[in-house]
């Protein structure tokens, strides 16, 4: 059976993994017959959100491992151990978690960093042949690691997300929510999912593509 690491980064859009957008990828990985292994790392989330008001919570500080639990069940590894975990591939679900904990796009832009461990996944599993997944606004990190490479991207069509992807030396294809964009023989998989949206079963179908996809190559 195929492993595919699912790498999270909290627990609800604002402020970690889009809770729809990971589930859906840990049910098409289920339904695909392999086996999700779920990885998130093991620091403090940039800030906490209320997802009522959608402003931030003062003085409350989470955990993106222990939230990211809550997605899987409590079935997950720290992001340190992904190398003795023997996976075959790596999918990283959306949500504004994938700009704030995984990388700080969200706060620096064009300027943006990855978090230093989840860029050395992203690298050793490219370099090494195996497939990467990379759901709604994930694929800047996937830009700003493998972006000299030539790896073409998607985000749906925000046009000011192009520019930062394209910035990094990566190329930017638009495409609709129930697509894929795949590169670099299909080693490199992207959809935008709720970057356009409009409703769970569009983002669904444009998830099942890229899993099944991932699944095919690995």
């Known amino acids: 059976m195929k492993k595919i690491g699912v790498l999270l980064s909290g627990c609800g859009v604002m402020d970690g993994s889009e809770i729809h957008e990971a589930v859906l990828t840990l049910l098409a990985i289920d339904v695909a017959g392999a086996q999700a292994v779920c990885l998130a790392p093991d620091i403090d989330q940039r800030h906490v959100i209320n997802h009522v008001t959608g402003k931030e919570m003062e003085g409350e500080t989470r955990n993106v491992l222990v939230e990211s639990a809550r997605i899987c069940r409590g079935e997950i590894h720290d992001l340190a151990e992904i190398g003795t975990l023997d996976l075959d591939a790596l999918v990283l679900p959306g949500g504004y978690g994938a700009a704030k904990n995984l990388s700080d796009y969200a706060f620096r832009g064009a300027e943006f960093e990855v978090l230093p461990a989840v860029a050395e996944a992203v690298r050793s599993f490219y370099d090494a042949g195996k497939p990467l997944g990379f759901i709604c606004i994930s694929p800047v990190i996937a830009a700003r690691v493998l972006g000299r490479e030539d790896v073409e991207l998607t985000i749906g069509n925000d046009k000011a997300t192009a520019g930062v992807i394209e910035s990094t030396g990566a190329a930017h294809a638009n495409c ?19 970057m356009l949206g409009p409703s769970i079963r569009h983002v669904a179908q444009g998830i099942e593509k890229l899993v099944n996809a991932v699944i095919a190559r690995a």
Not at 178 to 192: D, L, Q, R, W
């Open 176 to 194: 609709k929510v129930a697509n894929i964009c795949a590169s670099k023989e299909g080693k490199v998989i992207s959809t935008p999912a709720y």
